[in-house]
């Protein structure tokens, strides 16, 4: 069956500008998650969102980062005024209430 | 602080031995544990699970220990085979419904 997706699967922008990355959740998860990975790193937890709960933005790691979800569906993760420092791949996740976490294969950002 | 340390240097083993790759956490009191694989370019793939309350898993060649008073997970890949060649994640669930948080993971290298 269809796996979590994300887009675009690679993404080289200038310094200053913004970009938008997608996922799309298998169908039926309630729990959407983005992480972070710097080029020999682990996951850096970024973002969660739970069914219709506020969704846990504390590892968010500045004002120029944002995500939203519609319902159960798609999320779109947003950087503004992209940094040299946020060059890195935006793994996207999602699971259900009794099942492990589903990854999509990332997106690599790179800012030049 | 809360920490989850693996071993920060690559694990290199023959072929037909076992693998152990080590799992510690202070500041935490999970209710679960699990533990990923990720190979290049990919995102994780869930490997096992184990709750506060289990000792021991296994699956196949796989067998992942919990001690929650020495916080402490061991993951074991039994008759290792080049294939098995990657990095291994562990993450831990605070409660049910939580958001996961990884280790930085453990490159294991099995050579023939």
């Known amino acids: 069956g269809a796996g979590v997706s994300q887009s675009p699967s690679n993404k080289v922008t200038e310094k200053g500008k913004d970009v938008e990355l997608r996922c799309d959740p298998i169908s039926g998860h309630t729990a959407l998650y983005w992480y972070r990975q710097r080029l020999g790193q682990g996951l850096e937890f970024l973002i969660y969102?739970?069914?219709?709960?506020?969704?846990?933005k504390s590892g968010l790691p500045s004002d120029r980062f944002s995500a939203e979800r519609t319902g159960e569906s798609v999320s779109t993760l947003t950087i503004q005024r992209t940094q040299q420092e946020d060059s890195a791949v935006y793994l996207c996740?999602?699971?259900?209430?009794?099942?492990?976490?589903?990854f999509g294969n990332g997106t690599r950002l790179t800012v030049t | 602080s809360q920490k989850i340390e693996q071993n920060s240097e690559a694990l290199n083993i023959q072929e037909g031995k076992t693998a152990t790759l080590t799992c510690n956490y202070t500041n935490y009191s999970p209710a679960y544990l699990q533990w990923y694989r990720q190979d290049p370019g990919r995102g994780p793939v869930f490997l096992l699970l184990i709750r506060e309350n289990e000792k021991e898993k296994r699956k196949e060649r796989l067998k992942v220990t919990f001690d929650t008073t020495l916080k402490q997970s061991l993951f074991h890949i039994t008759a290792s085979q080049p294939a098995d060649s990657a990095t291994y994640l562990c993450a831990l669930e605070l409660e049910y419904g939580n958001k996961l948080v990884f280790g930085a993971g453990t490159i294991l290298r099995v050579k023939s």
């Open positions: 996740a999602s699971s259900s209430y009794d099942s492990p976490l589903h």
């Open positions: 969102f739970q069914g219709n709960s506020a969704p846990d």
